[in-house]
């Protein structure tokens, strides 16, 4: 009885014990958390709260000085490659200029370029072996057309015949190892040179002047946008044309985008313009080309021009000159002595369903246009440069488009944009690519609307005239059988002059 007594004693002292301590367990230490509202990881300093725990939507720092954007990185592309340097980075909303989403680029201060293994020295490189960087390798070209590189093959020249009537051009060969389609073995037709056969009569109608302006890549609504778009409504231009890439701000996902921009700074030009910004034109006097910034998406899957064609109305439209649109995606309009044919040149994730390569029904479309036009000027505008010193020059992404016969279609000069700054390319007399000959054709890039600039890089275009990394715009006086073109800065300095007389 007495050992159960002092064991009763004991534990009833053990619970006192235990009691106590868990009496005193001290109470939790409160925490300042800061509200993260754009979910950037960054807390905002003015929203503080003291907890034990971390709330939900809350963080431990209060580094974000605007916490209505999600700051991402950007990294410096200094080349202007598109790829960005891994080592020199800014957290901002929106791109800067002269930064991109991309951090890939091991060697920011050069353009790399493919390059394809000629293992049999013929010229031809192997699609399947393939570098990239920044100068040509020995044993290795630029194109990769060679199906067999184990063995050289044995070249002839072959002739084009554009007027399929199995007579070949002289002035229009290429050296290959097979016949190519739309070439022959002969160079005996004398009147190959044009695949229209004959042109309609070309001459001025009017000696009174004609001012008109056409910029490409236009930024998202910042301040250089801003300043070139002054510039140009400074010039009380009939009408406007762009060259593609209306709208960084969304790349095309939403209305909205569009409207911050093209519609803020010219809605006064916009026929049916149905935006927050003012009043639109009763007139077409806004010629917009698609660019690959304007479709929502990289991917074939999920390009779309839904956001681009509900802002411009472009689709099912009569236009000046009695061209009705069709569906929009390219078309024609005149004005005056200039015809133009505004085109969807891009070729990737399949945005133009009619092609855009020689043979395409697109490029069929422009040579039965341009063959029937009796204007004294034709105008192209394609948003991808044919010609030029930029990196999609020296990429070969635009490759699809330089076969093209412009000059036998009669075409004066091709606008473009994509290559965020200004060149002027003046093909010289014979000159080919892929035994077409488009010597005497203007390649004129003016991208210089808002987007970051990019840089030409060597080696240049061998008909390159000038180039200029800046912003700026074009514009065309056309006076009688005369059209003088000029590249503008927001400040007003001339940057190129040109004149076209016929």
Known sequence: MKKLSVFLVLLGITVFFVSQCKKKEPPCVEKAWYQDHDKDGRGNPD???MACEQPDGYVANDTDEDDNCAEVLFYQDTDGDGRGNPDVSILACKRPDGYVADSTDADDSCVEFHFYEDADSDGLGNPDITTFVCEQPPGFVTNNDDDDDTAPCEKFTFYEDADSDGLGNQLSTIDTCAQPVGYVTNGDDPDDLSVCHEYPAKYATSNETLVFAIEGDLGDEGSVEESVANLIKSWDPAFIVTAGDNDYSTDGTEFDGFDRG????FHEYIYDYHGIHGDGSDTWRFFPAIGDHDGNGWEA??????NYMDFFSIANQDLPGGYNTGHGRYYQFRWGDIHFFVLNTWNWALAEPDG?????EQAEWLKEQACASDALFKIVISHWPPYGSN?????????HLRDWRWKAMGIDIIFSGNDHGYERVELPEGYKHK??????VYGITTAGGGASIYHCSEPFHPGSKIRYAGHGASRITVTGNSLTHEFITPEGTVIDSWTITK
């Not at 855009?356 to 395409?360: E, G, I, L, V």
């Not at 035994?435 to 005497?440: A, D, E, F, R």
């Open 391 to 399: 990196k999609h020059w020296h990429t070969n992404d635009s490759d």
């Open 262 to 265: 093209i519609g803020r700074y």
């Open 356 to 360: 855009a390569k020689k043979d395409s």
């Open 435 to 440: 035994g077409v000959n488009n010597g005497g």
């Open 301 to 306: 899957s999920s390009f779309s021009l839904e």
């Open 47 to 49: 929203m503080k709260q």
